[in-house]
């Protein structure tokens, strides 16, 4: 008889090695290849066993109907709006997040008002013991919504009692690392306990018509812990993102196949739980009384929403041979130090006896290309001790050839920014409509750096 293949699974990142090694070669993590026992499969097997025994299978075109999907809505409009609507029945949904971020607060606030609602509702921890969850409950007021609520972290036994009755229409189970079945030798929070927890989950939620929610616990670089199938095998993945020295939190979907990718959803942390926050710009926009040198307002895409945040530079002159530093918060640092070469290469000034510091405000990312143009506009501010005018914004694309180059939704940017009160608006040349803004277009970034400077 042939000899059984065997698979190592790396505990950290979920790659497979076809033989153990005490350094994972993708992660490098050292001591996290394990056997999965799941996995032995014979080659007779692998080559004969794959054309017998199955059955067939019905095969449909691309253009049979399809009715779309029923949505449960939370009421909790910024989680809502995250999922494209609501949950969908049958589906599955992982929402990760750094620990103290508000996870299992979101979801005992979106439990409670859809048992409020008359939806059944099952709520089982595996971290937390069930009084522990009636205890923050109440302080979130909470405590009066019937949702049924268990400690529990065997598979077997979850499945078996949520079977007994009616399936009920939302469970959730916080959190998956935690989760174990009887099925599948090894520890809780291993990779093949997770995705042999997980897809019992899936299995019964798709076959009952439940919306099932999976707490992820996150690695210390903020991906979801455990084997990356996890995050296919589900319908939604959604990310919790913010700082816990930050009042806000932003809800971003990272997949979703019942909807789009590009809304957030804003709250706030407050001693109430977590509130939603309609307008996310009043976050991140400081009190701006008087014109202060190297700030400007760079109106921000989040999916379909606009949201204003203030970038701030500052520039400090050094003594000739000391090495300048370059430190940036809440941007990329390669995008930064493009800018400052463009800056120098194409517009003539000179960044290479300064440390340049760079953040946005409230501790906000952001990753749009669009705010090339509001970074420029603080570092030549800063570094001409000229203030930008405080009803100012500026968004478009630096080229490295330093043209300024068109962005989407341009109108909508400039509409955002006109119903906060400001009044000019720093944007590429083939931008049409100020939205209500009175606009000002550019093509090079030397006509831009001119404008600022004053020199024409």
Known sequence: MAKPKKRYVCQACGSVSSQWAGQCADCGEWNTLVEDAGAVVTPFQARHNLQSGGRAILMSGLDSQVALP?????????????????????????????????????????????ASAGRGVAYVSGEEAA??????????????????????????????TLGEGSAPDLLVIDSIQTMHSDLIEGAPGTVSQVRASAGELIRFAKER???LVLVGHVTKDGSIAGPRVLEHMVDTVLAFEGERSHQYRILRATKNRFGG????????????????????????????DESVTGTIV?????????????????????????????????????????????????????????????????????QDPAADLAVA??????????????DCVAFGEIALSGEIRPVAHGNLRCREAAKLGFGRALAPASQGEGGGLELAGFRTLGAFVDHLLGRG
């Open 261 to 288: 990718t590009d809304e957030i959803g804003v709250f706030a942390m407050a001693n109430e739980g977590l509130s939603e926050v309609s307008n996310p710009s009043s976050l991140f926009l400081t009190h701006r």
């Open 377 to 390: 506009a603080a570092l030549v501010s800063a570094l001409a001790e000229r203030p930008m005018a405080a």
């Open 70 to 114: 029923e949505r449960m809505a939370t009421g909790i409009a910024e989680l809502d709006r995250a999922l494209g609507g609501g949950f969908v029945e049958g589906s599955a949904t992982l929402i990760g997040g750094d620990p103290g971020i508000g996870k299992s607060t979101l979801l005992l606030q979106a439990a409670a008002k859809l």
């Open 209 to 211: 018509g439940t919306a």
């Open 298 to 366: 760079f109106p921000a895409l989040e999916g379909t929403r606009p949201v204003l945040v203030e970038v701030q530079a500052l520039t400090v002159r050094l003594a000739s041979g000391a090495t300048p530093r370059r430190a940036v918060v809440g941007w990329d640092s390669g995008r930064l130090a493009m800018i400052l070469a463009v800056l120098e290469a194409r517009c003539g000034l000179s960044f290479s006896a300064c440390e340049v510091y760079l953040n946005i405000a409230g501790g906000y990312r952001v």
């Open 131 to 160: 009084d522990q969850v009636r205890l923050r409950a109440r302080r979130l007021g909470l405590g009066q919504a019937p949702v049924q609520l268990a400690a529990a972290t065997s598979v077997r036994d979850i499945l078996t």
